[in-house]
């Protein structure tokens, strides 16, 4: 699309000379995506690092992109000539991301004071997206479709990995806690640990491939489109599954019906959808005798108590006194409350969990910052980025997620500013003096 067709805002101009991401920042851009769809907590503890666990150091409770996202934007400062003039520009760029990642560091000093658990998730949860998408502020195209390239292979791989768990049974690495597996959880861990945080990003990243990622070939977008809804079955998360079909299936009617519409349906689609019809009785058939469909309704059937611990959060919102849940209940008081009230795996909405253990006070600030954070990057986006952000917003209620430690809002961050990424930016040869980063 030509750019005179998108709107003036959405133009780019050249960044600055001191402020132009160099091949270091680059590369340690698309090492961070590696790192954060790649590397879950069972990987990490093959290696001796317990990050989902509660003993061992504190360095190792957080994510490996974390530290590399500090160090890149402390080498980008440093780098630039002139880190005033750089932090100044990156504020002016990112207003909202600086604004999280100081509330982050604000709100982390409140933990620290009180003693209260969960310090390190506000760095992988709050801080470490907002520098990610500070640094992305600056990448030119080049950084961008490597970005993107290192995201397709390392959700492809996460897929196939995923698949082949469900086929053999044998769970490569295994969500663990303190090194404990669940031994009665057999759904597909693949690359990210954790099957629901599998399914909510192979979700947004499917959403993504439907509205988004023009920069593929559209035979090998619907590939992958194809791939990823095969491994959002076998990870098993069923809100992201209802999510998928319901706005990802009515997106892809709309354009079906609206390609027929004009005319202009292209001989080699029109092929392709025919034999897919032609082979769908004989793959269900395939997929119904392997018990695929079993294991699905089984999702469906037995939710672990989930139906009813989403009714008793709101119970204990009710018992804690006013005064306490402004500024933050004793923790030890709420974690008995939660286990009377039978809630062991957790309270599944992340702020009502963010409430009843740090108070309503932190969790509006830190609701209105991530809120703000959310609106600044998908602004940057191009037009569809709506689709994965609908789902995003609908999946990020349905479990603790930002209320605990994750690196889900990173993901996030970088599939739609990957995949709806702008035209390329214009860039003049005198935009590109000076010596690179």
């Known amino acids: 699309m030509a750019d005179a067709a998108w709107p003036a805002a959405a133009r780019f101009r050249p960044s600055p000379r001191f402020a132009q991401l160099g091949p270091l920042t680059g590369s340690g851009l698309v090492l961070t995506v590696l790192l954060l769809y790649g590397v879950s907590g069972g990987m990490l503890w093959t290696f001796g690092y317990n990050y ?95 970005m993107e390239g290192a995201l397709h292979v390392v959700m492809t791989a996460n897929a196939l990995l995923g698949l082949y768990e469900f086929v053999t049974g044998n769970l490569i690495f295994p969500y663990r806690f303190d090194g404990a597996v669940f031994e009665t959880d057999l759904r597909s861990a693949a690359l990210q640990g954790h099957p629901l945080v599998n399914a909510m990003m192979t979700a947004c990243y499917l959403m993504a491939l439907l509205s988004g990622a023009r920069t593929l070939p559209d035979r090998l977008r619907y590939v992958l489109i194809g791939l990823q809804s095969a491994a959002l079955v ?91 849940l402004i500024v933050g209940p004793d923790v030890e008081w709420v974690e008995s409350l939660r286990r ?68 889900m809002p990173a993901k996030f961050a970088l599939i739609v500013l990957c995949l709806h990424r702008l035209p390329p930016r214009p860039v003049s040869p005198e935009a590109w003096r000076g010596p690179a980063r």
């Open 340 to 407: 009377i009230h039978g809630l062991e795996w957790g309270i599944e909405n992340p702020f009502i969990k963010m409430m009843l253990y740090q108070g309503v006070l932190v969790t509006l600030l830190l609701a209105v910052t991530f809120s703000l954070f959310i609106r600044e990057f998908a602004k940057q986006c191009a037009r569809g980025v709506w689709l994965p952000m609908v789902v995003w917003l609908i999946l990020l209620n349905a479990a603790e997620t930002v209320a605990s430690k994750t690196t």
């Open 52 to 146: 989902d666990g509660l003993t061992g150091g504190a360095a190792t409770k957080i994510h490996p992109s974390t530290y590399l996202l500090v160090a890149l934007f402390g080498w980008s400062l440093l780098a630039s000539g002139d880190p005033v003039r750089r932090f100044v520009h990156l504020a002016a760029l990112r207003p909202a991301s600086l604004v999280m990642a100081v509330t982050a560091v604000l709100v982390l000093a409140v933990f620290v004071l009180r003693q209260t658990p969960g310090m390190a998730g506000l760095l992988d949860t709050f801080f470490a997206p907002a520098l990610l998408v500070m640094l992305m502020a600056d990448a030119d195209d080049r950084v961008m479709r490597r």
């Open 234 to 324: 076998v990870f098993g998360g069923r809100a992201a599954l209802l999510a998928s079909l319901l706005f990802g299936g009515g997106y892809g009617l709309f354009a079906l019906m609206r390609q027929l519409a004009s005319g202009r349906l292209p001989l080699l689609a029109a092929a392709a959808g025919a034999v897919m019809l032609a082979l769908m009785p004989i793959s269900l058939g395939v997929l119904w005798s392997s018990g695929f469909f079993d294991a699905l309704l089984s999702r469906f059937i037995s939710d672990g108590g989930s139906a009813n611990a989403r009714m008793e959060m709101f119970e204990l919102v009710r018992i804690i006194p006013l005064r306490d």
